[in-house]
């Protein structure tokens, strides 16, 4: 009997410990908002030792379950399926060539200035901010934090956010952002829609992306970073447009653009 409550000791401690460690393994992501909070309190751990400070951990404790940006999550590749005429219809590409080509007159010095400094010419950060948030008019409605928090922890794309997600929380702690500052639903923002790692690597000057000044240099500087050779063609920058949105419909539609507002 001793021998027989051993082994089964032994067993069941084993049987305890695998069990542990693939809850430990789940913990890491989640499917729907059960394990959010538990998962919160782990990462805040994460956060604190990659020196998050007060302020950006307070706004990770207040941060909730973003149920609306998983939806818009499952739907993103819908948003850039079909042809590119279908894409730039959609997205009222005429309007953005319009307008673009109204603001490129009305900033022309701002514009200039941009050029000179980064090699990045107008047409294409007109159609990137048009293409965005409708020249600022809509830059979104959903809470930041809670926003890219949600997606680190979700499992589909966890280790993707997780940088982002920490990167918001260190924007909390500069004041670039606060714990209820809103954006788009996959937590970007500002008048481009930047993601929250993006802007403490390219933002310019205080990193306040809602200045649309600010936003269209650091659009630019992002570009020139990612390779833009100044006074080459559109076709010959794709890749630099690629580095801002991986769809290939969207590259595609604002080269098309970025060469009519440049006319």
Not at 25 to 47: P, Y
Not at 76 to 92: E, L, N, P
Not at 185 to 210: A, D, S, W
């Amino acid at each position: 009997m001793a021998a027989g409550f051993k082994g089964g000791f032994l067993a069941a401690t084993l049987a305890a410990l695998v069990l542990s460690g693939g809850a430990a393994q789940a913990a890491r992501c989640g499917k729907d908002g059960g394990g959010f909070e538990a998962w919160k309190a782990a990462f805040a751990d994460e956060a604190r030792a990659a020196g998050v400070g007060r302020g950006g951990l307070s706004a990770l404790a207040g941060a909730r379950y973003a149920s609306a940006t998983i939806k818009a999550d499952r739907a993103v590749r819908k948003a850039f399926s079909g042809s590119v005429d279908s894409f730039m219809q959609r997205r009222g590409a005429s309007t953005i060539i319009s307008k673009g080509r109204s603001l490129k007159k009305s900033n022309a010095a701002l514009f200039d200035r941009i050029e000179r400094q980064y090699g990045v010419p107008p047409g294409v950060l007109l159609a990137i901010w048009g293409m965005e948030t409708g020249f600022g008019s809509y830059m979104g409605k959903q809470n930041t934090v809670s926003a890219i928090v949600t997606l680190a922890y979700d499992c589909r794309r966890p280790d993707f956010f997780r940088p982002h997600a920490l990167a918001a929380l260190k924007l909390v702690d500069s004041g670039a952002l606060t714990a209820s500052s809103v954006g788009a639903m996959h937590g970007e923002i500002g008048h481009t829609q930047f993601l929250p790692g993006n802007v403490v690597k390219y933002g310019v000057g205080n990193k306040n992306l809602r200045d649309r000044e600010t936003a269209l240099i650091s659009t630019a500087n992002f570009l020139r970073s990612h390779g833009w050779k100044p006074g080459a063609s559109y076709d010959a920058n794709m890749g630099a447009i690629a580095g801002w949105n991986s769809a290939r419909v969207y590259q595609q539609a604002i080269a098309i653009m970025a060469r009519e507002i440049d006319k």
